[in-house]
């Protein structure tokens, strides 16, 4: 500790010996603007110039370069002190590190026993949706815009563009590289499993993208008004452009791919709930129930409680909508695949349109239009399973059944109790009865 606070004080003091030196150059230069409306010999001027800087800003690029790394070095371990976490940058070691962690928890997920305690004690081993933070993001803007300043002052036109290019290397590598890719490998490695016993928790990586997005915003801004309006070599900037693209570009396939799998994760539990609470006899009893069946009410409140709202906020605009149309479109896919397993009475078609306007009603917070088409396409295809026999061929080819694939709704239909029994196969459009049965 002892160590740190020297080193600390240390950088502290060299940012402000900069600073005055900056001024004082600066200062230095506005005298001898003066001087020269007196006098058109100013090399008089210059050789003072020469005489007092030199020294200092034939070293300036690699002292820059220097004071970043150990500035940005610093900020970022009293963050990770700050929250009790060990970063070990060595790869080895971090792997390591990492194994023990994701055992550690897994361990203490698969003691908890309800569900209800893995939503609301997550384990601390993974602290993951706490290692990236906005304040280190404007701390590191914050050394990175002083050095800009310093480097427009102290150096010429052909040396500034290299200089800022070495500034926004250095800025990419500890925020992107040091920061926001860790805490991004940090839950991969830790993530849920497809095969987790217990409802996954996507929020820690979802406070993570939230986080993205707002560093990611004021990153680009300062790239966008710092940095690249002063590069003035242009092959420069052109590099340093691909090198933010290159690094962001990263980023973005890394969290899409997590996305990705947090969408496998929900559709896998989803099947879970479907296998494990849904009953052969809830769609094939004589009864009516008052209510959704349990498997229904279980996906629903588990979209409702634990998914939907954790996606809006952290994931927005269009890769919002992206997300909502591709968890949509496989939460259907899933509930189809469902629902082709069983068979269904009169009342247990009854049944299951009311599982389905639960399921509806559930989407439409989704609030994509097309999930919602999808899953009115599920109401209508359940009027197969109730229409008197002699009717089939009245709806066969009405509105949205006209669109489906006829074997398809010849599958649908077998799925009646009553399809032997009724001889609904010479009921069906003659189109249909190449089908085989």
Same mark, same amino acid.
């Given at each position: 500790?002892?160590?740190?606070?020297?080193?600390?004080?240390?950088?502290?003091?060299?940012?402000?010996?900069?600073?005055?030196?900056?001024?004082?150059?600066?200062? /230095?230069?506005?005298?001898?603007?003066?001087?020269?409306?007196?006098?058109?010999?100013?090399?008089?001027?210059?050789?003072?110039?020469?005489?007092?800087?030199?020294?200092?800003?034939?070293?300036?690029?690699?002292?820059? !370069?220097?004071?970043?790394?150990?500035?940005?070095?610093?900020?970022?371990?009293?963050?990770?002190?700050?929250?009790?976490?060990?970063? @070990?940058?060595?790869?080895?070691?971090?792997?390591?590190?990492?194994?023990?962690? !994701?055992?550690?928890? %897994?361990?203490?997920?698969? &003691?908890?026993?309800?569900?209800?305690?893995?939503? @609301?004690?997550?384990?601390?081993?993974?602290?993951?949706?706490? +290692?990236?933070?906005?304040?280190? /993001?404007?701390?590191?803007?914050?050394?990175?815009?002083?050095?800009?300043?310093?480097?427009?002052?102290?150096?010429?036109? /052909?040396?500034?563009?290299?200089?800022?290019?070495?500034?926004?290397?250095?800025?990419?590598?500890?925020?992107?590289?040091?920061?926001?890719?860790?805490?991004?490998?940090?839950?991969?490695? %830790?993530?849920?499993?497809?095969?987790?016993?217990?409802?996954?928790?996507?929020?820690?990586?979802?406070?993570?993208?939230?986080?993205? &997005?707002?560093?990611?915003?004021?990153?680009?801004?300062?790239?966008?008004?710092?940095?690249?309006?002063?590069?003035?070599?242009?092959?420069?900037?052109?590099?340093?452009?691909?090198?933010?693209?290159?690094?962001?570009?990263?980023?973005?396939?890394?969290?899409?791919?997590?996305?990705?799998?947090?969408?496998?994760?929900?559709?896998?539990?989803?099947?879970?709930?479907?296998?494990?609470?849904?009953?052969?006899?809830?769609?094939?009893?004589?009864?009516?129930?008052?209510?959704?069946?349990?498997?229904?009410?279980?996906?629903?409140?588990?979209?409702?409680?634990?998914?939907?709202?954790?996606?809006?906020?952290?994931?927005?605009?269009?890769?919002?909508?992206?997300?909502?149309?591709?968890?949509?479109?496989?939460?259907?896919?899933?509930?189809?695949?469902?629902?082709?397993?069983?068979?269904?009475?009169?009342?247990?078609?009854?049944?299951?349109?009311?599982?389905?306007?639960?399921?509806?009603?559930?989407?439409?917070?989704?609030?994509?239009?097309?999930?919602?088409?999808?899953?009115?396409?599920?109401?209508?295809?359940?009027?197969?399973?109730?229409?008197?026999?002699?009717?089939?061929?009245?709806?066969?080819?009405?509105?949205?059944?006209?669109?489906?694939?006829?074997?398809?709704?010849?599958?649908?239909?077998? +799925?009646?109790?009553?399809?032997?029994?009724?001889?609904?196969?010479?009921?069906?459009?003659?189109?249909?009865?190449?089908?085989?049965?």
């Amino acid at each position: 500790m002892c160590l740190m606070n020297r080193r600390s004080n240390l950088l502290r003091i060299l940012s402000i010996l900069w600073t005055l030196l900056a001024e004082l150059y600066s200062q /230095t230069m506005s005298l001898s603007t003066d001087l020269s409306k007196y006098d058109n010999d100013i090399s008089f001027a210059n050789d003072i110039k020469k005489s007092i800087f030199c020294s200092y800003l034939s070293k300036y690029s690699d002292t820059e !370069k220097e004071y970043l790394l150990k500035a940005s070095e610093e900020i970022l371990n009293q963050f990770y002190n700050s929250i009790k976490h060990e970063k @070990n940058l060595n790869s080895d070691a971090l792997q390591v590190h990492l194994k023990f962690a !994701k055992t550690r928890f %897994n361990q203490l997920r698969d &003691n908890i026993g309800s569900t209800n305690n893995i939503l @609301n004690n997550e384990p601390s081993e993974m602290p993951s949706d706490q +290692l990236l933070s906005v304040n280190v /993001t404007t701390s590191l803007l914050k050394i990175h815009e002083r050095a800009v300043e310093r480097c427009l002052l102290l150096t010429d036109q /052909t040396a500034c563009s290299e200089v800022l290019r070495e500034i926004a290397t250095s800025l990419l590598t500890h925020f992107v590289a040091n920061h926001l890719e860790y805490a991004i490998d940090f839950y991969t490695a %830790n993530r849920p499993s497809l095969d987790s016993r217990n409802e996954p928790v996507i929020s820690p990586f979802l406070t993570i993208v939230g986080n993205a &997005n707002i560093t990611y915003h004021s990153l680009d801004k300062f790239f966008n008004d710092t940095i690249l309006p002063n590069i003035q070599n242009p092959k420069v900037q052109t590099e340093v452009r691909k090198i933010r693209q290159t690094e962001m570009k990263r980023i973005e396939e890394k969290v899409s791919n997590e996305i990705n799998h947090s969408i496998n994760i929900i559709i896998n539990w989803i099947k879970v709930i479907f296998k494990s609470k849904q009953e052969k006899e809830d769609f094939n009893s004589a009864c009516v129930a008052q209510s959704c069946t349990r498997a229904c009410n279980d996906v629903c409140n588990f979209l409702s409680n634990s998914v939907i709202d954790t996606f809006k906020g952290p994931v927005d605009g269009d890769n919002l909508q992206h997300v909502m149309m591709e968890l949509g479109v496989r939460f259907h896919g899933a509930l189809l695949d469902h629902l082709l397993q069983y068979q269904y009475s009169i009342v247990g078609a009854l049944q299951l349109i009311q599982d389905l306007h639960r399921y509806k009603q559930t989407v439409q917070h989704f609030k994509e239009p097309f999930v919602e088409e999808l899953f009115e396409g599920l109401n209508k295809l359940t009027q197969l399973l109730i229409v008197e026999p002699h009717k089939l061929r009245d709806i066969w080819d009405e509105g949205s059944l006209a669109r489906i694939e006829h074997g398809f709704l010849v599958q649908f239909v077998k +799925l009646r109790l009553d399809y032997r029994k009724s001889n609904i196969q010479s009921k069906l459009p003659s189109y249909s009865a190449h089908v085989k049965q």
